[in-house]
């Protein structure tokens, strides 16, 4: 898969504060799940709003597609009907009196006709499994509707690739398991998804690819077994490994998993390791 959108050398610092980006590089590929990983208060946001344009770095450069983005009006609004971005907070990007309201903000903002505004945002709401709250106001909603009607406004507006903060922050199991669902059907329509967390467990379940960040810089990134496996780049992220990847690697080591059989990447891939230990115990016996 190429490379859709790039970070080379960024610098940023918010007034009066420390350096939030240090020179960070990062790629992103096309088709991919990219999980963005740091602590809390790593940065993580900062260079979200980077890869959309809605902020320009001291230093480096975005590249999407390999060519470096524009910083002027055309060109901002060019870069974000490509790179769409939902906030960690669903409030913050929903204003209008109804759900369809608020999904039909940014196709119309497109200049769209209506009869293509309606059609893109039947199936946006569709595709997040929530064409029935089309007119319901956005505050009645529950958190996790809120969120799923904030990437649906992202995915009206069609775009090659949608950024997430912290998608399941907020979210009971259920609801991050309905949440990644829907993001999974977008995926195989093709979309290109980044998101950041500091969840290692969600980002070896569902990541491809992963990005581990700190101090405003990625010290490592590549496909997720590889990266979640590297113990000293977990360390310096002050992260641990995922659960289910500790399991299957120990499952490995006492001759459960043959090497040439898949690492657990869901709670029923686990749990039919032990099961198959368990096997083995009264095989034993």
């Known amino acids: 898969m190429g490379v859709i959108l790039e970070a080379q050398g960024l610098h940023y610092a918010y007034p009066g504060g420390g350096e939030a980006l240090a020179g960070l590089d990062l790629t992103v590929r096309r088709g991919r799940r990219l999980a963005i990983l740091g ?17 320009a770095p001291a230093r480096g450069h975005v ?9 002027g009006r055309a060109g901002r609004a060019a870069w974000r009907r490509r790179v769409g971005l939902v906030l960690q907070a669903p409030d913050d990007q929903l204003f209008a009196a109804s759900v369809a309201e608020d999904v039909s903000f940014g196709p119309l903002n497109l200049g769209l006709s ?5 059609r893109r945002v039947g199936e946006a709401l569709a595709a997040l499994d929530i064409a029935d709250l089309a007119e319901r106001p956005p505050h009645m909603l529950s958190f996790g509707q809120k969120k799923r009607v904030a990437i649906a406004g992202a995915v009206a507006m069609r775009p090659d690739i949608l950024l997430l903060d912290e998608p399941s ?3 009971d199991p259920q609801g991050t398991a309905h949440l990644l669902a829907a993001l999974d059907h977008l995926r195989g329509d093709g979309a290109t998804l980044a998101f950041t967390t500091h969840d290692v467990d969600l980002a070896w379940t569902w990541a491809d690819d992963v ?3 700190t ?14 496996a590297d113990r000293d780049a977990l360390t310096a992220t002050r992260l641990r490994p995922p659960f289910l990847l500790e399991l299957g690697q120990k499952a490995r080591s006492c001759g459960l998993l043959r090497a040439d059989e898949p690492l657990p990447r869901r709670s029923a891939d686990g749990l ?12 034993q016996i």
């Open 39 to 55: 602590a809390n208060g790593a940065g993580k946001t900062t260079l979200l709003l980077h890869l959309n344009g809605t902020l």
């Open 114 to 118: 209506e009869a293509e505004v309606r």
């Open 169 to 171: 922050a907020g979210l």
């Open 272 to 283: 039919a390791l032990l099961d198959r230990a368990e096997n083995r115990n009264h095989s």
């Open 211 to 213: 990005a581990l960040f």
């Open 63 to 71: 590249l999407l597609d390999g060519a470096a983005a524009g910083y």
């Open 215 to 228: 101090a405003g810089r990625v010290v490592r990134q590549g496909d997720a077994e590889t990266v979640l």
